[in-house]
Protein backbone atom coordinates (compact mmCIF):
# COMPACT_ATOMS: atom_id res chain seq x y z
CA UNK A 1 0.00 0.00 0.00
CA UNK A 2 2.42 2.52 0.71
CA UNK A 3 4.59 1.61 -2.47
CA UNK A 4 1.38 2.17 -4.25
CA UNK A 5 0.92 6.10 -2.51
CA UNK A 6 4.74 6.50 -3.13
CA UNK A 7 4.32 5.47 -7.14
CA UNK A 8 1.46 7.71 -7.36
CA UNK A 9 2.89 10.52 -5.56
CA UNK A 10 6.24 9.79 -8.52
CA UNK A 11 3.91 9.77 -11.12
CA UNK A 12 1.85 12.92 -9.75
CA UNK A 13 5.36 14.54 -9.94
CA UNK A 14 6.19 13.92 -13.12
CA UNK A 15 3.28 13.54 -15.03
CA UNK A 16 1.11 16.88 -13.97
CA UNK A 17 4.15 19.42 -14.71
CA UNK A 18 3.85 17.60 -18.76
CA UNK A 19 0.58 19.18 -18.77
CA UNK A 20 1.10 22.52 -20.14
CA UNK A 21 -1.77 25.03 -21.34
CA UNK A 22 -1.01 27.65 -23.85
CA UNK A 23 -2.83 30.82 -23.05
CA UNK A 24 -4.49 33.27 -26.20
CA UNK A 25 -1.73 35.11 -28.45
CA UNK A 26 1.05 32.70 -27.21
CA UNK A 27 3.11 30.00 -29.00
CA UNK A 28 5.69 27.48 -27.05
CA UNK A 29 8.66 26.44 -29.08
CA UNK A 30 9.21 22.79 -28.11
CA UNK A 31 12.02 20.72 -28.29
CA UNK A 32 12.30 16.81 -28.52
CA UNK A 33 16.21 15.94 -27.69
CA UNK A 34 17.60 18.86 -27.88
CA UNK A 35 16.31 19.58 -31.73
CA UNK A 36 13.32 21.50 -32.59
CA UNK A 37 10.20 19.73 -32.00
CA UNK A 38 6.92 21.44 -32.89
CA UNK A 39 5.27 24.91 -31.79
CA UNK A 40 1.87 25.08 -29.52
CA UNK A 41 -0.40 26.90 -30.08
CA UNK A 42 -2.99 27.83 -27.60
CA UNK A 43 -4.79 25.16 -25.77
CA UNK A 44 -4.03 21.91 -23.53
CA UNK A 45 -0.93 20.25 -24.70
CA UNK A 46 1.21 17.41 -23.31
CA UNK A 47 5.12 16.54 -23.68
CA UNK A 48 7.10 13.83 -22.87
CA UNK A 49 8.91 13.76 -19.77
CA UNK A 50 12.78 13.75 -19.86
CA UNK A 51 12.04 13.89 -23.34
CA UNK A 52 10.21 16.70 -24.55
CA UNK A 53 11.29 20.77 -23.25
CA UNK A 54 9.72 23.96 -23.63
CA UNK A 55 12.64 25.96 -25.27
CA UNK A 56 10.74 29.61 -25.71
CA UNK A 57 7.22 30.89 -24.80
CA UNK A 58 6.94 33.50 -27.50
CA UNK A 59 4.35 36.38 -27.09
CA UNK A 60 2.26 37.36 -30.71
CA UNK A 61 1.09 40.29 -29.36
CA UNK A 62 2.56 44.29 -30.85
CA UNK A 63 5.34 44.48 -29.16
CA UNK A 64 6.77 48.71 -28.46
CA UNK A 65 10.49 49.25 -27.57
CA UNK A 66 11.56 53.00 -26.74
CA UNK A 67 15.14 53.11 -27.80
CA UNK A 68 17.79 55.62 -25.83
CA UNK A 69 18.60 58.26 -27.61
CA UNK A 70 21.42 57.79 -30.41
CA UNK A 71 23.93 60.30 -31.22
CA UNK A 72 23.86 60.78 -35.02
CA UNK A 73 25.79 62.85 -37.61
CA UNK A 74 23.66 65.28 -40.38
CA UNK A 75 25.00 66.00 -43.69
CA UNK A 76 26.41 69.49 -42.30
CA UNK A 77 28.42 68.21 -39.71
CA UNK A 78 25.76 69.02 -37.06
CA UNK A 79 25.83 66.16 -34.35
CA UNK A 80 22.61 66.04 -32.77
CA UNK A 81 20.40 63.07 -30.10
CA UNK A 82 17.60 61.02 -31.38
CA UNK A 83 15.35 58.54 -29.79
CA UNK A 84 13.39 56.24 -31.81
CA UNK A 85 10.20 53.86 -30.88
CA UNK A 86 9.73 50.70 -32.52
CA UNK A 87 6.45 48.55 -33.31
CA UNK A 88 6.71 44.84 -34.17
CA UNK A 89 5.41 41.42 -34.27
CA UNK A 90 6.66 38.18 -33.77
CA UNK A 91 5.27 36.35 -36.63
CA UNK A 92 6.84 32.74 -36.46
CA UNK A 93 8.09 31.57 -33.70
CA UNK A 94 10.64 29.31 -34.55
CA UNK A 95 12.20 32.11 -36.63
CA UNK A 96 12.61 34.12 -33.56
CA UNK A 97 13.76 31.67 -31.23
CA UNK A 98 16.64 29.95 -33.48
CA UNK A 99 17.04 33.05 -35.71
CA UNK A 100 19.35 35.01 -33.74
CA UNK A 101 20.89 35.69 -30.20
CA UNK A 102 18.87 38.10 -28.22
CA UNK A 103 16.17 39.65 -30.87
CA UNK A 104 15.43 42.78 -28.82
CA UNK A 105 19.38 43.77 -28.90
CA UNK A 106 19.35 42.83 -32.36
CA UNK A 107 16.83 45.53 -33.24
CA UNK A 108 18.12 48.03 -31.08
CA UNK A 109 21.35 47.84 -32.76
CA UNK A 110 19.90 47.58 -36.15
CA UNK A 111 17.81 50.79 -35.44
CA UNK A 112 20.79 52.84 -34.74
CA UNK A 113 22.67 52.38 -37.66
CA UNK A 114 20.16 52.54 -39.94
CA UNK A 115 19.17 55.98 -38.08
CA UNK A 116 23.13 56.92 -38.66
CA UNK A 117 23.09 56.38 -42.11
CA UNK A 118 19.28 57.98 -43.19
CA UNK A 119 20.50 61.16 -41.45
CA UNK A 120 24.11 61.67 -42.73
CA UNK A 121 22.53 61.73 -46.11
CA UNK A 122 20.55 64.97 -44.66
CA UNK A 123 21.23 68.64 -43.85
CA UNK A 124 20.01 69.85 -40.23
CA UNK A 125 16.98 71.32 -41.70
CA UNK A 126 16.15 68.75 -43.54
CA UNK A 127 16.21 66.17 -40.28
CA UNK A 128 13.64 68.50 -38.79
CA UNK A 129 11.27 68.54 -40.90
CA UNK A 130 11.62 65.27 -43.19
CA UNK A 131 10.19 62.90 -40.14
CA UNK A 132 7.65 61.12 -42.24
CA UNK A 133 10.76 60.42 -44.68
CA UNK A 134 13.14 59.09 -41.76
CA UNK A 135 10.00 57.28 -40.31
CA UNK A 136 9.06 55.37 -43.58
CA UNK A 137 12.23 55.09 -44.84
CA UNK A 138 13.56 52.98 -41.49
CA UNK A 139 10.51 50.65 -41.39
CA UNK A 140 10.80 49.18 -45.02
CA UNK A 141 15.00 48.67 -44.07
CA UNK A 142 13.95 46.98 -40.34
CA UNK A 143 11.00 45.56 -41.30
CA UNK A 144 13.43 44.08 -44.57
CA UNK A 145 16.07 42.86 -42.24
CA UNK A 146 14.11 41.42 -39.68
CA UNK A 147 12.18 39.34 -41.91
CA UNK A 148 14.48 36.19 -41.74
CA UNK A 149 14.18 36.58 -37.57
CA UNK A 150 10.18 36.05 -37.54
CA UNK A 151 9.59 39.54 -37.09
CA UNK A 152 7.46 42.18 -38.71
CA UNK A 153 7.87 45.60 -38.01
CA UNK A 154 4.47 47.92 -38.27
CA UNK A 155 5.96 51.20 -37.82
CA UNK A 156 8.74 53.30 -36.90
CA UNK A 157 9.04 56.45 -34.99
CA UNK A 158 11.11 59.15 -34.48
CA UNK A 159 10.45 60.52 -31.03
CA UNK A 160 12.46 63.08 -30.28
CA UNK A 161 15.28 65.25 -32.39
CA UNK A 162 17.58 66.89 -29.86
CA UNK A 163 19.91 69.43 -31.43
CA UNK A 164 23.53 71.35 -29.67
CA UNK A 165 22.68 73.97 -27.18
CA UNK A 166 23.81 76.70 -29.50
CA UNK A 167 21.70 75.08 -32.58
CA UNK A 168 18.51 75.32 -30.55
CA UNK A 169 19.43 79.06 -29.37
CA UNK A 170 19.91 80.25 -33.12
CA UNK A 171 16.83 78.38 -33.90
CA UNK A 172 14.76 79.75 -31.01
CA UNK A 173 16.25 83.61 -32.53
CA UNK A 174 14.95 82.78 -35.86
CA UNK A 175 11.41 81.65 -34.85
CA UNK A 176 10.99 84.51 -32.36
CA UNK A 177 12.20 86.83 -35.02
CA UNK A 178 9.66 85.70 -37.88
CA UNK A 179 6.53 85.54 -35.47
CA UNK A 180 7.18 89.25 -34.93
CA UNK A 181 7.87 89.22 -38.71
CA UNK A 182 4.73 87.89 -39.01
CA UNK A 183 2.90 89.82 -36.48
CA UNK A 184 4.32 93.46 -38.01
CA UNK A 185 2.87 91.97 -41.61
CA UNK A 186 -0.79 91.15 -39.77
CA UNK A 187 -0.88 94.78 -37.71
CA UNK A 188 -0.16 96.45 -41.02
CA UNK A 189 -2.21 94.72 -42.84
CA UNK A 190 -4.97 95.41 -40.17
CA UNK A 191 -4.16 99.14 -39.59
CA UNK A 192 -5.33 99.13 -43.60
CA UNK A 193 -8.12 97.43 -43.34
CA UNK A 194 -9.28 99.29 -40.91
CA UNK A 195 -8.59 102.88 -42.27
CA UNK A 196 -10.07 101.67 -45.71
CA UNK A 197 -13.62 100.25 -43.35
CA UNK A 198 -13.28 104.58 -42.10
CA UNK A 199 -12.87 106.00 -45.11
CA UNK A 200 -15.83 104.09 -46.72
CA UNK A 201 -17.83 104.84 -43.63
CA UNK A 202 -17.15 108.42 -44.08
CA UNK A 203 -18.13 108.54 -47.83
CA UNK A 204 -21.13 106.90 -47.04
CA UNK A 205 -21.96 109.27 -44.67
CA UNK A 206 -20.92 112.28 -46.76
CA UNK A 207 -23.50 110.83 -49.50
CA UNK A 208 -26.33 110.10 -47.14
CA UNK A 209 -25.83 113.60 -46.13
CA UNK A 210 -25.59 114.90 -49.15
CA UNK A 211 -29.03 112.98 -50.42
CA UNK A 212 -30.55 113.80 -46.62
CA UNK A 213 -29.94 117.65 -47.87
CA UNK A 214 -30.91 117.59 -51.61
CA UNK A 215 -34.56 115.75 -50.29
CA UNK A 216 -34.80 118.40 -47.58
CA UNK A 217 -34.18 121.33 -49.85
CA UNK A 218 -36.80 119.48 -52.13
CA UNK A 219 -39.65 118.99 -49.62
CA UNK A 220 -39.20 122.44 -48.81
CA UNK A 221 -39.21 123.75 -52.55
CA UNK A 222 -42.43 121.62 -53.17
CA UNK A 223 -43.85 122.98 -50.04
CA UNK A 224 -43.24 126.50 -51.03
CA UNK A 225 -44.48 125.90 -54.73
CA UNK A 226 -47.94 124.59 -53.06
CA UNK A 227 -47.88 127.42 -50.61
CA UNK A 228 -48.37 129.51 -53.88
CA UNK A 229 -50.44 127.43 -55.41
CA UNK A 230 -52.97 127.58 -52.90
CA UNK A 231 -52.74 131.26 -52.74
CA UNK A 232 -53.15 131.90 -55.93
CA UNK A 233 -56.24 129.62 -56.20
CA UNK A 234 -57.60 130.99 -53.02
CA UNK A 235 -57.17 134.79 -55.33
CA UNK A 236 -58.82 133.38 -58.56
CA UNK A 237 -61.69 131.97 -55.88
CA UNK A 238 -62.23 135.75 -54.72
CA UNK A 239 -61.97 137.27 -57.60
CA UNK A 240 -64.46 134.85 -59.53
CA UNK A 241 -66.64 134.51 -56.03
CA UNK A 242 -66.97 138.80 -56.61
CA UNK A 243 -67.44 138.02 -60.08
CA UNK A 244 -70.16 135.99 -59.73
CA UNK A 245 -71.64 138.23 -57.03
CA UNK A 246 -72.15 141.07 -59.90
CA UNK A 247 -70.29 143.53 -56.92
CA UNK A 248 -71.71 147.27 -57.36
CA UNK A 249 -69.60 150.39 -57.04
CA UNK A 250 -70.20 150.44 -53.15
CA UNK A 251 -68.53 147.43 -52.44
CA UNK A 252 -66.16 147.69 -54.72
CA UNK A 253 -65.46 150.75 -52.67
CA UNK A 254 -65.39 148.58 -49.41
CA UNK A 255 -63.06 146.20 -50.45
CA UNK A 256 -60.84 149.23 -51.26
CA UNK A 257 -61.17 150.18 -47.78
CA UNK A 258 -60.64 146.70 -46.36
CA UNK A 259 -57.33 146.96 -48.97
CA UNK A 260 -56.44 150.02 -47.15
CA UNK A 261 -56.52 148.44 -43.78
CA UNK A 262 -54.43 145.77 -44.37
CA UNK A 263 -51.37 147.90 -46.22
CA UNK A 264 -51.90 150.26 -42.89
CA UNK A 265 -51.16 146.77 -41.42
CA UNK A 266 -48.26 146.09 -42.95
CA UNK A 267 -44.73 147.39 -43.42
CA UNK A 268 -45.35 150.98 -45.19
CA UNK A 269 -44.86 153.46 -43.10
CA UNK A 270 -46.77 156.01 -45.64
CA UNK A 271 -50.19 155.62 -46.77
CA UNK A 272 -51.53 158.05 -49.37
CA UNK A 273 -55.15 158.81 -49.18
CA UNK A 274 -56.85 160.92 -51.69
CA UNK A 275 -58.12 164.11 -50.55
CA UNK A 276 -61.56 163.79 -51.42
CA UNK A 277 -63.11 160.69 -50.66
CA UNK A 278 -65.25 160.36 -53.32
CA UNK A 279 -62.47 159.51 -55.73
CA UNK A 280 -63.00 156.23 -54.05
CA UNK A 281 -65.72 155.30 -55.90
CA UNK A 282 -63.68 156.03 -59.17
CA UNK A 283 -60.72 153.77 -57.11
CA UNK A 284 -63.60 151.27 -56.72
CA UNK A 285 -64.39 151.19 -60.56
CA UNK A 286 -60.88 151.10 -61.15
CA UNK A 287 -60.93 148.24 -58.86
CA UNK A 288 -63.43 146.08 -60.75
CA UNK A 289 -61.97 146.69 -64.32
CA UNK A 290 -58.68 145.24 -62.71
CA UNK A 291 -61.28 141.80 -61.40
CA UNK A 292 -62.79 141.58 -64.66
CA UNK A 293 -59.53 141.70 -66.75
CA UNK A 294 -58.06 138.86 -63.65
CA UNK A 295 -61.69 137.25 -64.38
CA UNK A 296 -61.13 137.21 -68.65
CA UNK A 297 -57.65 136.28 -68.17
CA UNK A 298 -58.07 133.38 -65.80
Known sequence: MDVLIIILILVGVIVIPCIKIVPQASTYVVERIGSYYVTWSNGLHFKIPFIDRVANKVSLKEIVKDFAPQPVITKDNVTMQIDTVVYFQITDAKLYTYGVENPIAAIETLTA??????IGDLELDQTLTSRDLINSKMRAILDEATDPWGIKVNRVEVKNIIPPRDIQEA????MRAERERREKILQAEGEKKSSILIAEGEKESAILR????KESEIRIAEGEA???LKLKEAEAKGIELLKNAKADEPVLTLKSLEALEKMANGQSTKIIVPSDLQNLATLGTTIREMLDTNGKNN
Open 226 to 228: EAM
Open 210 to 213: AEAK
Open 171 to 174: MEKQ
Open 113 to 118: TTLRNL
